[in-house]
């Protein structure tokens, strides 16, 4: 059974940090590429980071570039995602997605809230 668990949610002030995790389990996670979305209320899911299957490469919505920072551990079979200089615009659900061929899995969602 294919299991994807963020942590790491939380409320947190505007210029403050955040580390999201997402531990995989049921997945030959090395084979996959992972990937954080959000969804604010109201609005749309949107992609925030991508990193390769090994690593490599990582790409970023142009409202995170240069806050936010997608990594792995592939032996750990996980992902994460730090997040620097908060915003209140960044409060949202952010969900964890493995994608490899035309598999695609799904976190449950941690909350991210970011206020005064």
């Known amino acids: 059974q294919v299991q994807l668990v963020e942590s790491g949610g939380g409320l947190v002030q505007p210029g403050g940090s955040l580390r999201l995790s997402c531990a995989a389990s049921?997945?030959?996670?090395?084979?996959?590429?992972m990937s954080w979305y959000r969804q604010a209320p109201g609005k749309e899911r949107e992609l925030v980071a991508t990193i390769t299957s090994g690593g490599g490469t990582t790409t970023y919505a142009d409202s995170v570039k240069g806050r936010f920072t997608i990594s792995r551990d592939n032996a750990k079979n996980t992902v994460y995602l730090q997040m620097n200089s908060l915003k209140p615009e960044d409060t949202a659900v952010y969900y964890c997605?493995?994608?490899?061929?035309?598999?695609?899995?799904w976190g449950q969602g941690t909350q991210v809230t970011v206020s005064s």
């Open positions: 049921g997945v030959t996670f090395r084979f996959y590429a």
């Open positions: 997605n493995a994608k490899w061929r035309i598999a695609t899995h």
